[in-house]
């Protein structure tokens, strides 16, 4: 028997950032993501005869197979055990997953190949046990024990992860933007986002790091609801400055901006200043830089990716 599910990566704007509870990746901050549905990770799974799960590669016809290194095979195999353990199911699978978004693309996968792997399994599972399908929040709070972030892919196109739980923002105007990963760099990252939640701690501006959080957080959901993307770009700006802040200043410190990420930062302002708009700006653990626009930015959009991208920066 064979099941199949897919699920969405996601961009946080204001970011999760340490955690209270590392067992079960309960959040230090409440954040607040946008769903990015065209980057999705796809899981298959088919049981076999046996105990052990095995990890393959999903192969898509015309693509390269896909790659999973063997540390990141065992974290999600050992949340596939998570799920079959809350089903009480002793069966075997065969997992087979991957991504439509390039690997090395420097995106992080977790949230949409968590997310997707909760998905497949609690629809094989229910069916399996003959157990009811539990619904999208229960969903999502088993896929947080997986990966933090991937409980927010479950709603769209935002989503409010706060430590009661996580559920879908209506009250913002701004439903379909227009998002641009510029890739500055190919390489693994050196420090893996579940260690820079540890690592944080250790800054001194992490003391005082909820409550600017909970501050960017109140006064972006404001400027979105008045419609003042200036004022978000601002605050969002603010808010992933604060994060690589403590990265910067934890002990050891760890850095994912580099002299290129440095100058495009640069320019992104010196444009906005210029022309007096742009995309929000935000960054995750790692040198990369997310743009996103409103869909009547698109002239925007073209102008800086034909002035400053083309030739020098994969764009995704
Ligand atoms: O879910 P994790 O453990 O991969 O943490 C994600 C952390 C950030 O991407 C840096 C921020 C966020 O809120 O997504």
């Not at 923002?169 to 641009?180: G, N, R």
């Not at 802040?245 to 444009?271: G, H």
Request: proline letters at 5%; a negative charge; glycine letters at 4%.
């Amino acid at each position: 028997m064979q099941w199949f599910a897919q699920a969405p990566a996601n961009i946080a704007l204001i970011k999760y950032m340490g955690k209270k509870n590392s067992s079960n990746n309960t959040p230090m901050n409440d954040s607040l993501s946008y769903t990015l549905n065209k980057l999705t990770s796809n899981v298959a799974l088919e049981a076999c005869p046996g105990k052990r799960d095995v990890w393959e590669s999903l192969d898509t016809p015309g693509l390269p197979p896909f790659e999973l290194s063997q540390q990141a095979q065992t974290r999600f195999l050992a949340h596939l055990a998570f799920l079959k353990e809350h089903f009480n199911y002793k069966g075997a699978f065969i997992v087979r997953s991957n991504n439509n978004f390039p690997m090395g693309s420097g995106i992080a996968s977790s949230a949409s190949s968590f997310a997707a792997l909760t998905r497949c399994a609690v629809r094989a599972l229910s069916e399996l046990t003959e157990e009811g399908l539990p619904d999208n929040d229960t969903q999502a709070k088993l896929s947080q024990r997986g990966s933090g972030s991937s409980c927010r892919s479950f709603y769209t196109p935002w989503a409010l992860w706060t430590d009661t739980g996580v559920r879908a923002v209506t009250t913002i105007p701004y439903t379909d933007l227009y998002h641009q990963v510029i890739l500055v760099s190919h390489e693994e990252k050196s420090v893996p986002s579940s260690q820079a939640h540890e690592l944080v701690a250790t800054s001194p501006a992490f003391e005082g790091r909820q409550k600017r959080a909970h501050d960017n957080m109140k006064s972006l959901l404001i400027a979105f609801e008045h419609k003042n993307w200036r004022e978000a770009y601002e605050i969002c700006w603010r808010e992933f400055m604060d994060m690589h802040n403590m990265f910067q200043t934890s002990s050891p410190s760890f850095d994912y901006m580099n002299e290129a990420t440095n100058e495009l930062l640069i320019q992104l302002q010196k444009d906005w200043e210029q022309y007096g708009d742009g995309p929000i700006v935000t960054m995750d653990a790692g040198p990369n830089i997310h743009l996103i626009y409103q869909q009547s930015q698109r002239e925007i959009a073209d102008r800086f990716k034909r002035d400053f991208l083309i030739g020098n920066y994969d764009v995704l």
